[in-house]
């Protein structure tokens, strides 16, 4: 979903969220990496900036730039436990992303992830610009137990491997 988010950005824009937007992380391939600078120049977006990838032992730097965020926009398409979004939820930060199976089944419920369907950037968009401007997210029940489950890695994958079997279990 990265080739969208240039895409995300001027919908944003078009509607007044005139805010930076910083990407870390690394992309799959320089044909990748390409294609979305292509994008960016052809939408004319100014004001984006590509920290790149973090390594384990300079973590530190994305959670302060994370934790500082007021939204992480996440337009994926195949996750099913991201640990950037796993991360944003500890640091409070809300997300936005896609209604896909596996994080809906994961995050849905808590008022700290937003869904929008799958390809439509402009949802994508004023979601975040919805945000932006709600600065008053309270911590829910929901958020706590996502935090408590996915920061034992143990429990993770354990709820992990008991989803896929009963997946597994409702298609027979």
Do not use: Q
């Amino acid at each position: 979903g990265i080739l969208e988010l240039p895409e995300i950005v001027m919908h944003m824009r078009r509607l007044g969220c005139d805010v930076p937007v910083k990407i870390i992380g690394s992309f799959e391939d320089k044909y990748t990496e390409k294609a979305f600078w292509r994008r960016v120049k052809a939408f004319n977006i100014k004001g984006i900036e590509y920290l790149g990838y973090v390594p384990d032992d300079n973590k530190i730097r994305a959670y302060e730039k994370l934790a500082s965020a007021r939204a992480l926009v996440y337009p994926s398409h195949s996750d099913v436990v991201p640990n950037v979004v796993v991360e944003s939820l500890f640091l409070k930060t809300p997300v936005v992303m896609y209604n896909i199976a596996g994080p809906f089944e994961v995050f849905g419920g808590t008022n700290y992830v937003h869904f929008v369907p799958e390809f439509n950037t402009k949802a994508m968009a004023r979601e975040v610009c919805m945000l932006l401007h709600d600065h008053d997210i309270n911590v829910d029940d929901k958020l706590m137990e996502i935090v408590r489950v996915h920061n034992d890695w143990e429990l993770a994958v354990n709820n992990f491997i008991k989803s896929v079997i009963e997946f597994g279990d409702d298609k027979s």
